[in-house]
Every structure is written in C-alpha cells, then in structure tokens.
T-cell receptor, first 109, second 113 residues
Framework: GQNIDQPTEMTATEGAIVQINCTYQ??????LFWYQQHAGEAPTFLSYNVLDGLEEKGRFSSFLSRSKGYSYLLLKELQMKDSASYLC??????????WGAGTKLIIKP | IAGITQAPTSQILAAGRRMTLRCTQD?????MYWYRQDLGLGLRLIHY???????GKGEVPDGYSVSRANTDDFPLTLASAVPSQTSVYFC????????????FGSGTRLTVV
C-alpha cells in the first residue's frame, strides 16, 4: 500500500528558513510533488522531483532521496504570505498520486 | 484564462437529495480527477478518467458516480447524499498520466444536513 508522512503543523519566523519533511512508502515510484494550499483555496504546484538531489526554484527548494523514501521542501527568507499548508504527493508505478495529509505552516512576525 | 471551472462554489444539501457537481476544463487535458478533502485526511481520490469515454474508481468511490462524455467535462453525481459526504470537493486535470502535475479547480464546499 501507499503511505506518506509529514508533520501536521510547523511554526517559523518571518525572514527565517524552514524545512518540511516528507517520508513515503509506495509500490513503485515515478516522482514526488510538493503543492502549496492557502486556506480555502485550491492546491497549486510548487515542485516535482524524480531524480535524487536538490531542485532549487527561487526561495523554494525540494530535495529527494529515493533510497531513503524521503523528501523535504526548504523555504528561505520566509514571508507572511508563505503561511499555508504544504502537501507532499507521490506517484506510483501506475502514475497514481497518493497525497500526504499536509503540513500547516504558520509564519510569525 | 485557461484552467478548470467548478460549480457551484458551495452548497447546502438535504440528506437523500441528488446533486451533481460540475467541472469543466479548457486545457484539453486527457486525464481528470475528483478528490475530496477532509481535515486531517488529505486529498482522497473519488473517481478518475484517463480519457474521454473511460472512468475508473479511486480510493473512496462509494456513493458517487461520474461520466466523461467529452474531453472538457467531468461531472460528479451524488445519487442520495449523506452527511458523511460533507467535504470540500476538488476537480483536477493533468496532461498525460499525471507525471507533470495536476491543475486544480477552486473547489466546491458541500454540506449535507
């Protein structure tokens, strides 16, 4: 079966750096996604990793280790607008997505 | 603006009533999906369609049905609503088999009373 774990909630300070972890066990692997979801809104795409390593995109970076079933999303220079839920999702061998429950990130001034 | 349109935005529905949630996309994506999102549970797949004319069951299909008569439209029907179907429903689409990520509609907040 599929299983994805990520922390339920994290708190960080404006201007700081935060790392949101995601661990997974799936039958086959064809990539890992990170999505951002503001309260009351739809999820929006942040990143996609299929190979091991770090993908950097502005203030956001995503890391993947396939051998460890592990990923993290790194957010730098935090802004108040980064307060949102961050969803980890993994595609299996049939390209079906399994979603984590999401990590609610609270940014404090 | 290209994307996915869902309707209605929100609805309060009496238990036992029939309801169809509408979803239309203009990106010519082959694959479409219906998810429900409940607090603490994340997104759960209800039904999906890999291409027009085909549909499949997801993780939580009971009580729901879908159809895919053409590429653009993917309605979700609750034949006889129950309170446990109170949720936020998201329609999504993807290019190919989903390996490029999903585009989501803005969601329908449904309350069954």
């Amino acid at each position: 079966g599929q299983n994805i774990d990520q922390p339920t909630e994290m708190t960080a300070t404006e201007g700081a750096i935060v790392q949101i972890n995601c661990t997974y066990q799936t039958s086959g692997f064809n990539g890992l996604f990170w999505y951002q979801q503001h309260a009351g809104e739809a999820p929006t795409f942040l990143s996609y990793n299929v190979l091991d390593g770090l993908e950097e995109k502005g203030r956001f970076s995503s890391f993947l280790s396939r051998s460890k079933g592990y990923s993290y999303l790194l957010l730098k220079e935090l802004q108040m607008k980064d307060s949102a839920s961050y969803l980890c999702a993994v595609t299996d061998s049939n390209y079906q997505l399994t979603w984590g429950a999401g990590t609610k990130l609270i940014i404090k001034p | 603006i290209a994307g996915i349109t869902q309707a209605p935005t929100s609805q309060i529905l009496a238990a036992g009533r029939r309801m169809t949630l509408r979803c239309t996309q203009d990106m010519r994506h082959n694959a479409m999906y219906w998810y429900r999102q409940d607090l603490g549970l994340g997104l759960r797949l209800i039904h999906y369609s890999n291409t027009a004319g085909t549909t499949g069951k997801g993780e939580v299909p009971d009580g729901y049905s879908v159809s895919r008569a053409n590429t653009d439209d993917f309605p979700l029907t609750l034949a006889s609503a129950v309170p446990s179907q109170t949720s936020v429903y998201f329609c999504a689409s993807s290019e190919g088999a989903g390996q490029y990520g999903y585009t989501f509609g803005s969601g329908t907040r449904l309350t069954v009373v």
